[in-house]
């Protein structure tokens, strides 16, 4: 029996096919075949770089389906269904809207894999596969099964390994579909297996994928006291509240972590309040107290702002980009605030008669990447869509990214410090540019 997974790409640009050139390694992918019986032939394809070969023989089709790739997910879907293949759909977009998965596939897969892919693959394989499977969202890689990561030999990812400690936040921001998806938990996974899985592979730098590592304040510390002696680097994502705790941000410090992509979502009270971003809003300082503490650290920070919120305008916007700079944050993105299905931010802008595309920007064909797809409040939509495409452009310019370099405590701290600032934000620098506007979808 052969199983063909596939990770599908947003989209093309306007002329053009659509490289992603920052791509990381799809690793809920490499769960997937690790879970897998061993006995079956698995194969991945990643349409971020590769033709999807619809014509090679195979038993099961499963994708990966996230809000931005829904359009084109269904696309492949159709293409080997058309071939008599069976297609499965997972991911967060199934789970979040099952009822419009089903017209695109033959069986869906809500929340987490662990618990009964054994069990698709064996329905497939007798030919009964069911139209739907319930897996409870939870602890990853359970029984520490561990991601086969030579199905992504030869395919050009960035070098760094991807895993998991944690899912889910305790945090319930209105936007997040995470906090939707897992109800506001956080599952974390046997520590002797995530340490069995970095001495697994050859990997020096790791990214945990973790939805925010500082979820679960003392498993994170525990993760770090194991971490010291394997004198590996690391990042990951986490909310800010940590910077109140000393200890955690020694023990992290120590244990190799570089920087984390971190959640300012927004420079004023009245947004972060709107966004229910609690781990920003206690003690509130317009964030000098925790920017001095990253600093302190030296820790490169890839800040990821919203904007959006009822009380922006195109001067807050940009008074946002001047704090990111002055900041002299190692990357910033100034991202729109996007109405997520069945997020409390969704269900807010769909009473208020304000979500645009007709509620449905995912599957829109009208929709391009980086567009407001609701209605602000100060601004027209496609004033805030050019207000965060100029924050970037801003943000991204040659001489902001040599004034963000200057930074001694953080960007020009070590050797490595200063390779990964020169490699990781020019190359993003040009996928914000190359994505700006892009279609979703091929067709
Ligand atoms: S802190 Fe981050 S992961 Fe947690 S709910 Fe807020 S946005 Fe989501």
Redesign the pocket.
Known sequence: MRVTLIKPNIGRREHSLYVDEARMEPLMLGVLAGLTPPDVDVVMHDDRMEQIPYDDATDLVAITVETYTARRSYEIADEYRKRGVPVILGGMHVTLLPDECVDHADSIFLGDAETLWSQVVDDARNGRLRERYDGPPGVGQIGGALPRREIFEGKGYLPMALMQYSRG?R???S??A??QYFDKKHYIRRIDEVLHEIESQKRKFIFFVD??IG?DRKALKELCRELIPMKVRWFS?A?LDLTREPEIMRLMADSGNVGNVT?FESITHASLKESK?S?NIGQFSNYEREIKVLREYGMQTWAAFTLGYDNDTYDSIMATMEFALKSRFTFAAFNILMPYPNTPLYRKLEEQGRLLFDGKWWLHPEYRFNQAAFAPVRLTADELTDACHEARKRFNNVSSLFYRFSDIKTNLKTLWSVAAYWRYTTLFRKEVYKKHLMRFGLD
Do not use: I, L, R, W
């Open positions: 936040c945090f319930a921001c936007f997040c995470v906090s939805d925010n979820s994502q909310s959640g971003k781990p």
